[in-house]
């Protein structure tokens, strides 16, 4: 049985008035609930949104996405479970971001909620990873990471591919942990994503993220 479900907006709950720009707004986020992941059997649903902050300022929002018929009770099931799977960064950052630094954040991440053994086994392909990141991102900058049942990866900056992996699936867990892991950016972003967020706070993420696109 699902545990965590998207938040779908209803505007006859009174959530959203009908002024013009706000059903726009409710319109977009209705619009990322479900996904098409290329080479994917079926759509992709949102299970939910987080926020990243460095030094008390919005870095950038997370949203993850999983096989509309993937069955999962917990955070660990979503790592484990071999269906298509979307990581999505939208960056919110005010000033330039260097993208070697979110590199070098991501590949903390990956340190300190994976094993050495199981990090070790993927040293190669990590070290390719990271060096995928180059330049500056701004504000509105997409990142995705996509997971296909072959087991590829395919990561794209703004719609372009940047870098794929084959034979990828413990490389993927690894990527994952980094944001439902023991140690995640925060607790307060490890529950938006698995989508434990009270209904307010969910709301408030899903619009800050529709407007950074």
Do not use: C
């Amino acid at each position: 049985m699902k545990l965590f479900k998207f938040i779908i907006v209803v505007l006859s709950f009174g959530i959203f008035s009908g002024v013009e720009a706000e059903e726009t707004v409710a319109d977009k986020i209705l619009a990322i609930s479900k996904v098409e992941l290329k080479g994917a059997e079926r759509s992709l649903l949102l299970v939910g949104v987080g926020l990243t902050q460095m030094m008390e300022k919005d870095y950038y929002l997370g949203a993850f996405y999983v096989d509309e018929a993937a069955q999962y009770d917990d955070a660990e099931d979503l790592v484990y479970i071999d269906a298509p799977r979307r990581m999505e960064f939208r960056f919110a950052s005010e000033s330039k971001v260097s993208a070697r630094g979110f590199g070098r954040n991501l590949a903390q991440g990956i340190r300190i909620n994976n094993s050495k053994a199981n990090i070790d086994a993927e040293k190669e392909k990590l070290q390719q990873f990271v060096r995928l990141f180059r330049g500056s991102y701004k504000k509105g900058d997409i990142v995705r990471f996509d997971y296909q049942n072959r087991s590829e990866i395919s990561i794209t900056y703004n719609g372009r591919v940047i870098g794929t992996f084959e034979q990828a699936r413990d490389l993927y867990r690894l990527l994952l942990r980094m944001w439902v892991g023991e140690r995640p950016p925060s607790q307060s972003f490890k529950q938006g994503i698995i989508g434990q967020h009270e209904t307010k706070e969910a709301i408030k993420l899903q619009t800050q993220f529709v407007s950074l696109k």
